[in-house]
């Protein structure tokens, strides 16, 4: 168990709807980053936030997005969503100084029909 | 731009032999590297890092290597054991010059390890 709790687990839904995908990071954690794992392939870096403030971005879409809040959790939101973003979110935490080791939770399973 | 490969998609070794895992990056920027290990349903789990000012870092079976001059890691794993079959993701991130960098992730090499 890395500590980072993501909700929900899987997520079924249809073209043009918008989902918001939630992110517990671990206790102490300031960092948060998302990240998108389609099918076959890697894990494509999103956004990335530390207590707070946006601190990087990725390839993130427009239709996307998100923040953290003061209780440190994070939420990605996805709007009009498109068949191509059915994938698997991963949200990872960190403290602040660590060089990369992240912490990652289960991830979201997105599956738009 | 990929910043981060993995040329092999996919590599297959016996049980007590050597895996390397090999991975090429193109940003000189870059300072710290990573392997990660991710098995089916889960998230990915760091296994061993090295920073630049180092060429070998080990931790038991792993061993990690940096040839900087070539931009190119690889991931030693002696002995290969089945329960090492995973998928293995390299990354790499300027964290040495800031905390708060992204983290980037090659597309992974699956290993299979066959008794």
């Known amino acids: 168990d890395s500590g980072v709790t993501q909700t929900p687990k899987h997520l079924i839904t249809a073209t043009g709807q918008r989902v918001t995908l939630r992110c517990s990071p671990r206790s102490g954690d300031l960092s948060v980053y998302w990240y998108q794992q389609s099918l076959d392939q890697g894990l494509q870096f999103l956004i990335q936030y530390y207590n707070g403030e946006e601190r990087a971005k990725g390839n993130i879409l427009e239709r996307f997005s998100a923040q953290q809040f003061p209780d440190l959790h994070s939420e990605l939101n996805l709007s009009s969503l498109e068949l191509g973003d059915s994938a698997l979110y991963f949200c990872a935490s960190t403290t602040s100084g660590v060089t990369g080791e992240l912490f990652f939770g289960e991830g979201s399973r997105l599956t738009v029909l | 731009d990929q910043q981060v490969k993995q040329n092999s998609p996919s590599l297959s070794v016996q049980e007590g032999r050597i895996s390397i895992l090999n991975c090429d990056y193109t940003n000189s920027m870059f300072d710290y590297f990573l392997w990660y290990k991710k098995y089916p349903a889960e998230g990915p789990t760091f296994l061993i890092s090295?920073?630049?000012?180092?060429d070998k870092n080990e931790d038991g079976r792993f061993t990690v290597f940096l040839n900087k001059s070539a931009k190119h890691l690889s991931l030693h794993i002696v002995p290969s054991q089945p329960g090492d079959s995973a998928v293995y993701f390299c990354a790499a991130s300027r964290g040495m010059k800031t905390s708060y960098d992204k983290v980037i992730f090659g597309p992974g090499t699956s290993l299979s390890v066959i008794p």
């Open positions: 090295i920073s630049s000012i180092k």
